[in-house]
Nanobody, 123 residues
Framework: QVQLVESGGGLVQPGGSLRLSCVAS????????MGWYRQAPGKQRELVAT???????NYADSVKGRFTISRDNAKNTVFLQMNSLRPEDTAVYYC?????????????????WGQGTQVTVSS
């Protein structure tokens, strides 16, 4: 059973920083891309940042220059360093992984999500 578990969310003042982590565990033979998405109340889930296994990154325009995505392939972990946080960054942040797993002796490729971690930016 593949699981993604996020950590690092919380309450921070405007201008502050947070670092999110997400660990993928289970019968995984390869992780292709990992990413972070967020969903604010009353809004659709949106992409924040993604990173491929080779390290290529992609960011939403709203977070460019403030957020940095990175990953540790050996530990199946992705990070999101968030600096200069703004109230509009308040949302539930979800980890996503496009990965190859193994079940009952068969390999498959699937898309997985974490349970989400709340980030609140407020004074």
């Amino acid at each position: 059973q593949v699981q993604l578990v996020e950590s690092g969310g919380g309450l921070v003042q405007p201008g502050g920083s947070l670092r999110l982590s997400c660990v993928a565990s289970g019968s995984i033979y390869r992780i292709y891309a990992m990413g972070w998405y967020r969903q604010a109340p009353g809004k659709q889930r949106e992409l924040v940042a993604t990173i491929t296994s080779g390290g290529s990154t992609n960011y939403a325009d709203s977070v460019k220059g403030r957020f940095t995505i990175s990953r540790d392939n050996a530990k199946n972990t992705v990070f999101l360093q968030m600096n200069s946080l703004r109230p509009e960054d308040t949302a539930v942040y979800y980890c996503n992984a496009d990965l190859g797993g193994c079940r009952a002796g068969l390999n498959y490729r699937g898309d997985y999500w974490g349970q989400g971690t709340q980030v609140t930016v407020s004074s």
